[in-house]
């Protein structure tokens, strides 16, 4: 399987010698195992003219990054709506498949990296407000019923034995190494476990969906949502007794101690020994 990448293009605190705001690109790659060395995750930077903003001049940046990685993404990420038709369109003309997702872990990190220490050193910085990563609060859809899970618990483990991950018997899924998040060894790691006898075509629709992160949200009574994709939500499950209630804070508790770190795992039943899909996931409200 060939590397994910994650892209933003856009606007930042700078002025150029026009009083004209200078743009970037920013192009890094996704990790998919626990085991991924933060440092050897490929990254190119490259700032743009506000006369150039374009598909043409993106498409252009985009192939530079490629050359100089050496190889094509299977696939491009990018969370920002407001720039959709021109990520597609240059994707496009380099022939990469763009997806909107908020599944942008490492493209958090670094645009949080650069605005504390890179841009406020460019001539023609601006200080104020230029915001990054934010996250929407869609309203949630109701789960397809043959996608809904018969059971399902939550759970935690210690962040040591994230460290056996690659041992794990696991269909579909996706994770990152913890360090990216900050947390210790000895943090608990909530989660979420589903379990059906249609295991297998749950754990198939969540792997095209971009999971980004799920939610005990109590806006519209009390309940589990899972976010996907760059606006899309789903109702996982609705929350009905006051244990399950008690629990569902718990998690909420545990996943903001934890940097927002969480997953979700789907098994055919709770005696099975082996995941039918399992992701690590990250709330970057909660980060």
């Known amino acids: 399987m060939g590397s994910i990448w994650e892209i933003d293009f856009y606007s930042r605190p700078i002025l150029d010698e026009k009083q004209k705001k200078v743009w970037e690109v920013l192009v890094c790659e996704s990790p998919s195992d626990i085991r991924t060395k933060p440092e050897s995750l490929f990254r190119y930077a490259k700032y743009c003219p506000s006369t150039e903003v374009n598909s043409v001049w993106l498409r252009t940046a985009l192939q530079e990054a490629i050359d100089k990685a050496g190889e094509a ?24 498949p763009a997806q909107p997702s908020r599944r942008i872990l490492v493209l958090n990190q670094w645009l949080k990296q650069r605005m504390e220490e890179v841009y406020p ?26 996608l809904e899970g018969q059971q399902w618990a939550f759970v935690s483990l210690q962040a040591a034995e994230f460290a056996e991950m690659p041992d794990w018997e696991i269909g579909f899924g996706e994770a990152f190494p913890l360090e990216l998040a900050n947390v210790t060894p000895e943090t608990r790691i909530p989660g979420v476990l589903i379990f059906s006898p249609r295991a297998l075509p749950i754990a198939g629709w969540l792997s095209g969906l971009e999971l980004a992160c799920l939610n005990f949200d109590t806006k519209q009574g009390e309940r589990l949502v899972l976010e996907t994709g760059a606006t899309e ?9 006051p244990q399950t209630l008690a629990e569902a804070k718990g998690y909420e508790k545990a996943k903001k101690a934890a940097n927002g770190v969480h997953f ?14 399992f992701w690590l996931l990250q709330d970057f409200n909660l980060a």
Do not use: H
């Open 73 to 96: 993404p299977i696939k491009i990420r990018f969370f920002r709506r407001q720039m959709s038709n021109m990520i597609t369109k240059a994707c496009q003309d380099v022939g990469l």
């Open 121 to 146: 050193q460019e001539p023609g910085y601006q200080g104020g407000t230029n915001p990054s990563v934010r996250l929407d609060s869609p309203l949630p859809q109701r789960l397809p019923d043959a």
């Open 233 to 241: 939500s789903w109702i996982l499950a609705n929350i009905r007794s």
């Open 264 to 277: 979700i795992g789907v098994q055919s039943d709770p005696q099975a020994e082996s995941f039918t899909g």
